[in-house]
């Protein structure tokens, strides 16, 4: 059921005006309380048709982190958008040393081909974001961005699936 929400994702994703409607999605999340209450945040590098989010790393009020692939984990390291490298998957993903303090991430960015009302989400399938949230020994805000055709009633969660805090949308932010 998954595979057939993530290919059904990726062809709504090609009929979107995904520039006019990211741009929508940041107003309302640069507006919301909990982005306006985070001081570190772990933001995804975003690429072809995800919610573009590379200019949020531009709010020098934040300061920003971004994932790092190490095997079948995620770690976290400072965003320094001169130490960038392609990981295996094509992604932007940082060059520098990871964070040892995960606690100090107040807010956590999560990548998302479509998600559901219960704070679900369907990512690419490897599992990388529900193995490190998993793993958090607090509790930052968990916030997926998406676009609102891409919202359902349930994506399936399996037991290993970690639910967000927060979905937010071009039309509202949805509190879960």
Avoid at 43 to 59: A, K, Q, R
Avoid at 126 to 152: E, I, M, Q
Avoid at 161 to 172: H, L, S
């Amino acid at each position: 059921m998954k595979s057939e929400l993530r290919k059904k994702a990726k062809e709504i994703r090609k009929s979107l005006r995904i520039e006019v409607l990211s741009e929508k999605i940041k107003l309302n999340l640069f507006n919301s309380y909990f982005y306006k209450q985070s001081e570190n945040i772990l933001n995804y590098y975003s690429i072809g048709s995800e919610v573009y989010t590379l200019d949020y790393f531009s709010d020098t009020s934040k300061k920003w982190f971004i994932p790092k692939i190490q095997g079948e984990n995620m770690s976290v390291c400072p965003y320094n958008k001169d130490k960038l490298r392609k990981n295996q998957y094509g992604i932007c993903e940082a060059s520098t040393k990871e964070i040892t303090d995960l606690s100090i991430i107040d807010m956590i960015i999560i990548p998302a081909l479509c998600c559901d009302r219960n704070g679900y989400r369907i990512g690419y399938g490897k599992g990388y974001y529900d193995r490190f949230l998993k793993g958090l020994t607090h509790n930052p805000y968990k916030v997926v961005l998406t676009y609102s055709d891409l919202l359902y009633d349930t994506v399936y969660p399996e037991t290993f699936d970690v639910k967000c805090d927060y979905i937010v949308t071009e039309n509202k932010i949805y509190t879960i």
